[in-house]
């Protein structure tokens, strides 16, 4: 299982504190067993020299009284009194003392104590009946053959208990200071003991934490300075701190390959940058002369439907000749037909027609030179759609169909100029026959039908002229529009050039940029 910094620090620590309380603990309960024996020997002693203190004042009183027995006539019975009296007290001190004895030999002192006060009792007692039954004498001679020598052993038997008792007390005292000195000796070997244990965990948290994650700063400052060049090996320990070496290591190493990849599309984002650059500048010079072209084929067309228009004009007026030449034919033939009389008026309606056919050339001619124009303003249209390229692709289309249209009127004016110039001739015709005479009033009425007829058909040829005149024009407006919704387009294209243009310079301005912050680092 993996351990934490925290668990690691927590265990060490409650390890510590539980063999420094262990240690403590014993120690304590040593030092208070020892004091507890000190002071349970101490208080025998001390009793036991009290006890032999007051047995010794109390064997002296009885020998005292025992004494006073014998001289004290008068208060002999007192005297008897206490000695009986004391016995008891003595006995019980020495039975105390018996109770209370600390070791053997004071044990076999008290033995030949209890056994000389036997006899000393016995004395005693044969030296109170000697008083009572009146012989003092034999009494004095008692107390001092063998009262006094019993007395003086017993009094050595208590000296020497006096003597062991005050060994024993200055033993318990030296046992009590050797105790008090090796407590102190503990104790210092506990604070040594804790002291070792605090270097150890000092050492350990320097050597397994401290260390490595000094370590680790100082490779995260050369990371914050852009120093990628470490050769950083990660800590194989489990737990947090082999974690953060690991990431640590991770990191460096990502870091490294990401800022390689960031240098490398630095350079490419600022060579793409500059081919865009180059090529916006190709389009927005492209669309320049696009707008240029598209504005000449908008001139241009401006001229085609002004022609077309005059085209459109002149047919009108073309038609408006043929429909009085007609007329006048009609007229003409009219007046054939009701008299040969009128052969004069028919000469000038002829020679009217003659003017009339003349007119209609004149603006036959009027059309060939405006179908030339329009044929050749077409063809420039076109020219100038197909430099437009895909854009006017369109319009090379609408030209290509005004040239058709302008053929055609070319074709048509063709025709009636050889309608016209057959006309002429049987005008012509006409006008030698009208001078012969009555006699070619027939051949007159039949020529001047057939103009009738001619003029019939160029009226029809004239009013197709003016269709495709109106068509050419409405074509041309159509063309010319459109070529300004393109010249529209192109202006929109060329800004959307120079706003391309600025993206281009922000982007290599970016790429610049992205460059420098990259070569920052090193890898």
């Known amino acids: 299982m993996q351990q934490t910094i925290r668990f690691k620090l927590i265990v060490t620590t409650v390890i510590m504190a539980v063999i420094i309380l262990i240690v403590t603990f014993f120690q304590l309960q040593q030092r208070t067993h020892q004091s507890n024996l000190a002071n349970v020997k101490l208080v025998k002693i001390a009793a036991n020299m009290e006890a032999l203190h007051q047995a010794t004042?109390?064997?002296?009183?009885?020998?005292?009284?025992?004494?006073?027995f014998i001289i004290d006539l008068d208060e002999r019975n007192a005297y008897a009194d206490n000695v009986?009296?004391?016995?008891?007290?003595?006995?019980?001190?020495?039975?105390?003392?018996?109770?209370?004895?600390?070791?053997?030999?004071?044990?076999?002192?008290?033995?030949?104590?209890?056994?000389?006060?036997?006899?000393?009792?016995?004395v005693g007692g044969r030296i109170l009946a000697a008083g009572k039954a009146g012989n003092n004498s034999d009494a004095v001679s008692i107390l001092?053959?063998?009262?006094?020598?019993?007395?003086?052993?017993?009094?050595?038997?208590?000296?020497?208990?006096?003597?062991?008792?005050?060994?024993?007390?200055?033993?318990?005292?030296?046992?009590?200071?050797?105790?008090?000195?090796?407590?102190?000796?503990?104790?210092?070997l506990t604070v040594l003991i804790g002291i070792l244990l605090i270097i150890s965990f000092v050492v350990y948290?320097?050597?397994?934490?401290?260390?490595?994650?000094?370590?680790?700063?100082?490779?995260?400052?050369?990371?914050?300075?852009?120093?990628?060049?470490?050769?950083?090996?990660?800590?194989?320990?489990a737990g947090e701190i082999g974690d953060l070496s690991r990431a640590v290591r991770e990191t460096i190493t990502n870091l490294r390959a990401l800022i390689s990849q960031?240098?490398?599309?630095?350079?490419?984002?600022?060579?793409?940058?500059?081919?865009?650059?180059?090529?916006?500048?190709?389009?927005?010079?492209?669309?320049?002369?696009q707008a240029a072209i598209t504005h000449e084929i908008s001139l241009s067309l401006e001229q085609l439907a002004a022609a077309t228009e005059?085209?459109?004009?002149?047919?009108?007026?073309?038609?408006?000749?043929?429909?009085?030449?007609?007329?006048?034919?009609?007229?003409?033939?009219?007046?054939?037909?009701?008299?040969?009389?009128?052969?004069?008026?028919?000469?000038?309606?002829?020679?009217?027609?003659?003017?009339?056919?003349?007119?209609?050339?004149?603006?036959?001619?009027?059309?060939?030179?405006?179908?030339?124009?329009?044929?050749?303003?077409?063809?420039?249209?076109?020219?100038?759609?197909?430099?437009?390229?895909?854009?006017?692709?369109?319009?090379?289309?609408?030209?290509?169909?005004?040239?058709?249209?302008?053929?055609?009127?070319m074709h048509s004016a063709k025709e009636i100029t050889k309608?016209?110039?057959?006309?002429?001739?049987?005008?012509?015709?006409?006008?030698?026959?009208?001078?012969?005479?009555?006699?070619?009033?027939?051949?007159?009425?039949?020529?001047?039908d057939a103009i009738i007829g001619e003029i019939d058909s160029i009226a029809s040829i004239i009013e197709g002229i003016s269709a495709a005149g109106e068509q050419q024009a409405a074509a041309a407006n159509q063309v010319s529009a459109s070529m300004q919704n393109l010249s529209a387009i192109t202006q929109e294209v060329s800004a959307s050039s120079q706003e391309s243009t600025l993206a281009g310079q922000q982007l290599s301005e970016l790429a610049n940029s992205l460059q420098s912050?990259?070569?920052?680092?090193r890898v």
């Open 57 to 68: 004042l109390t064997f002296k009183s009885i020998r005292v009284d025992l004494r006073d």
């Open 84 to 122: 009986i009296a004391l016995i008891p007290q003595l006995n019980s001190y020495v039975l105390q003392l018996e109770e209370n004895t600390l070791s053997p030999e004071i044990s076999g002192q008290l033995q030949e104590l209890q056994q000389n006060l036997a006899i000393f009792y016995d």
């Open 144 to 188: 001092l053959a063998e009262s006094h020598p019993i007395a003086d052993e017993i009094l050595v038997n208590l000296s020497v208990l006096q003597t062991s008792f005050q060994s024993f007390s200055e033993a318990a005292v030296q046992d009590f200071q050797a105790n008090a000195r090796r407590a102190a000796v503990m104790t210092l």
């Open 205 to 237: 948290v320097i050597k397994f934490l401290v260390s490595p994650v000094v370590i680790i700063k100082e490779e995260m400052t050369k990371l914050a300075k852009g120093d990628l060049t470490s050769d950083y090996k990660a800590k194989n320990e």
């Open 262 to 289: 960031a240098q490398d599309f630095a350079f490419g984002v600022a060579e793409k940058a500059d081919l865009i650059n180059g090529s916006v500048k190709e389009v927005a010079t492209g669309n320049e002369n």
């Open 310 to 409: 005059e085209v459109a004009v002149s047919a009108q007026s073309a038609a408006a000749a043929s429909t009085n030449a007609g007329t006048v034919a009609n007229q003409g033939s009219s007046k054939v037909g009701n008299s040969i009389s009128s052969l004069k008026t028919v000469q000038e309606s002829v020679l009217g027609l003659s003017a009339a056919s003349k007119q209609i050339g004149d603006i036959v001619s009027v059309i060939e030179d405006i179908s030339d124009q329009t044929n050749l303003l077409a063809l420039n249209a076109a020219i100038e759609a197909a430099r437009a390229g895909e854009h006017g692709r369109g319009f090379a289309v609408v030209a290509n169909a005004v040239r058709s249209l302008a053929e055609q009127s």
């Open 419 to 448: 309608l016209v110039a057959g006309i002429q001739r049987q005008i012509d015709n006409t006008v030698g026959i009208s001078t012969q005479g009555a006699e070619g009033a027939k051949s007159a009425q039949e020529a001047l």
């Open 517 to 521: 912050a990259a070569t920052k680092f």
